[in-house]
């Protein structure tokens, strides 16, 4: 069986009630007894010395022994009296005695529901007084019984209380666990009403809600995902399926054929790129933070991807130049390539014939700044806010221009932020633009020579076909 | 019959033109929302196929816009297939709809189907005496003898058989029937009548000077 919550509540709280209810027993009990014997026993120790003290005094001034009839009566009424000279001749005795007095017993004799006080050992003047206990040890018990009871009374109460009061505390969880039940079934609109809750629960409640705000928005960014990667796989298979039933209705010439298989290509390049991407923003979602941390060379990585690059761009006929200087910083190689490469592409892609496109890695202070600066078409500046959004497209010409599928930015952004740095795009339409992305730097940390995925001897040349030399 | 494609992919509005000419339509283009928007509102199209993901106006925002003013027949191109955006698009003012990727030969059904109902007569098969205009198939059957006709001339037929008992203007023929890229002259429609008179007989069009012609219901 699980723990339960209400039963070691109920558990805990009558088993303390029973503790501090059973020691006030206790010394309620112990008080009263004491005080009803010490009561009966501070009157015969009384009586005892009072009688001894005379009745010596009598002996000694050799006057006859005697006590007041009223005193001795009035003890007598209660138990019983005995005087014995130091010969052990009997001198006063009253009451009914229990029975002859050992010789060595003096002080006070306690049995069950007898007291004795004797004063005077052999030799003395031997003085008894009893009486017996049985109303105090009766009134004793009476008390005693009386606690037990009302113990067990109070035990049953608190059972039923502790029910009562935990059914009533835990019912505000029941209602929270009812609609988080609900919200993680259908509907993920619902949240617990914090201001429902006792204070206790209301961090609970808020945290639940948070949670659940976490989740609506990451159901709902999953949804819009997927509609957008329909809506943008639907557009390409339509351009395919259209331009193939076209070509297929009728015999066509040759160069008819042609236009129509490379309208399919460039949809079959569109969405090959955008699969790509999902994939790489499905690892990215999936890893969360960057895992590998190692000191990155970013110059390093920046002339990689501008090697890459070169092959397009030539055929572009546009000019890529490198400016690098040594710049380290701490984070994963292979995602800081998707950086500089989605970058460097843009720049060659919405470039222009004669166009240039300027790489820039240096260090500037506690940051390493780099930035890929084209002077191709630009950004509008109502499209400049929107361009780091998933499967924002600039407008037509980007998108006819074998345009990308619109992650790669978004690609770029998330992984800057993920190493803790920024990104700013800035554009002048018709004069280019400048995307400029900083990152924390590495302080005078050599490069983790497993961390660079590039060929450690790459010749150290300008990597632009017109590049100035290697800052 | 005179289509709009409003398209910002070009590799599918090419394709998509290309299909509706070799149907006869004439067929004009837009790459933009506002550029659609704009012919869309100066020509009497008789269908405009729409793409709602537009450069510079959207889809929505177009149709909102043109059926202001007019109630062109619209077939709506979506990549989204939810049933709300569906409904939303036929409470816009859309006339039909199509999921992206689409098979051309239902695009071109639709866009048929689109015009027909236009009409004042969506029967897809229109007799007037032995002649039988066949919407569907794009012939024309003189008795049981198809006529052969080229892809412009049929569409003059259709046009004016679909219009049949009115009085077709020269300008409405314009309108209708070519592209704002045609720049035909006004004797080459003569010839196209000429052509129909002799394959359908004298009386089956009949010119009015200086205004039009009539197909006698």
């Keep these: 069986m699980p723990r339960s919550l209400r039963r070691s509540v109920i558990g805990w709280y009558a088993l303390l009630a029973c503790v501090a209810f059973a020691g006030f027993g206790v010394l309620l009990n112990l008080r009263v007894r004491s005080a009803l014997f010490g009561r009966a026993e501070a009157s015969i120790e009384g009586h005892a010395r009072a009688i001894a003290a005379t009745v010596e005094f009598d002996l000694l001034s050799g006057w006859e022994v005697g006590l007041g009839e009223g005193y001795l009566q009035g003890i007598a009424s209660e138990g019983w009296y005995e005087v014995l000279d130091p010969k052990g001749r009997m001198l006063l005795r009253g009451g009914t005695l229990p029975g002859a007095l050992s010789s060595e017993a003096t002080g006070l004799l306690r049995e069950a529901d007898v007291r004795e006080f004797v004063l005077g050992g052999p030799g003395q003047i031997r003085v008894r007084v009893g009486r017996s206990v049985a109303r105090e040890v009766r009134e004793a018990r009476e008390l005693f019984l009386l606690t037990l009871g009302s113990g067990v009374a109070l035990l049953l109460l608190l059972l039923l209380g502790g029910w009562w009061i935990t059914t009533r505390t835990l019912q505000p969880i029941r209602t929270m666990s009812a609609t988080a039940g609900r919200i993680s079934a259908s509907d993920l609109a619902s949240r617990v009403d914090a ?277 | 019959m005179r289509v709009l494609i409003v398209e910002d992919e070009r590799d599918l509005a090419d394709a998509l033109r290309r299909a509706l000419e070799e149907e006869g339509y004439a067929v004009d283009t837009a790459q933009d929302g506002a550029e659609g928007l704009h012919k869309a509102r100066s020509w009497e199209y008789d269908a405009v196929v729409l793409d709602l993901m537009l450069p510079k106006l959207d889809g929505r925002a177009v149709l909102t816009r043109l059926r202001e003013a007019k109630s062109t027949p619209v077939l709506v191109l979506t990549a989204r297939d939810a049933i709300q955006d569906k409904v939303a698009l036929l409470d816009l003012g859309a006339d039909d709809y199509l999921t992206k990727p689409f098979a051309l030969g239902e695009l071109l059904a639709r866009v048929r189907s689109l015009i027909r109902r236009g009409c004042s007569d969506p029967r897809p098969m229109l007799r007037i005496g032995q002649v039988a205009v066949d919407t569907v198939a794009r012939v024309v059957r003189l008795g049981d003898q198809i006529v052969p006709f080229s892809a412009k001339e049929y569409a003059l037929v259709e046009f004016l058989v679909v219009h049949r008992g009115e009085l077709v203007t020269r300008t409405m023929i314009y309108e209708h029937l070519y592209d704002e890229s045609d720049d035909s002259l006004s004797n080459v429609l003569d010839v196209y009548v000429s052509r129909i008179r002799k394959r359908l007989g004298n009386d089956f069009v009949r010119t009015r000077r200086g205004e039009g012609y009539i197909v006698d219901a």
């Design chain 1, 195 to 471: 201001e429902a809750v006792p204070q206790e629960l209301r961090d609970l409640a808020l945290t639940l809600n948070d949670t659940f705000d976490r989740l609506e928005r990451a159901f709902q960014g999953q949804v819009r995902f997927t509609g957008d990667v329909s809506h943008e796989l639907r557009t390409p298979l339509a351009v395919i399926r259209t331009q193939v039933e076209q070509a297929l209705r009728r015999e066509r010439s040759g160069p008819e054929y042609r236009q129509a298989l490379h309208a399919c290509l460039r949809s079959v390049d569109r969405m090959t790129r955008l699969v790509e991407q999902m994939l790489a923003f499905a690892r990215l979602e999936r890893s969360g933070a960057p895992p590998a941390a190692n000191g990155v060379a970013l110059d390093e990585i920046a002339r990689d991807s501008v090697e890459e690059v070169l092959e397009t761009a030539a055929t572009a006929g546009v000019t890529v130049h490198v400016r690098a200087a040594p710049a380290c910083v701490l984070g994963d190689a292979l995602r800081l390539r998707a950086v500089t490469s989605n970058l460097l592409s843009n720049a060659v892609r919405y470039n222009r014939p004669g166009g240039r496109v300027d790489v820039l890695v240096e260090r500037e202070g506690t940051q390493v700044v780099l930035s890929v600066a084209d002077d191709g078409i630009g950004i509008g500046p109502e499209a400049l806010p929107h361009i780091f959004e998933r499967f924002y497209q600039v407008d037509a010409a980007r998108t006819s221009a074998g345009g990308g599928a619109g992650l790669g930015l978004a690609l770029v952004q998330r992984i800057v932020l993920d190493h803790g740095g920024t990104v700013v795009a800035e554009s002048r339409p018709g004069e280019g633009s400048v995307f400029t992305v900083r990152l924390p730097a590495l302080p005078n940390a050599a490069p983790d020579p497993g961390a660079n995925h590039g060929s450690p001897d790459r010749p150290p040349a300008s990597a632009g076909p017109a590049g100035p030399p290697r800052a």
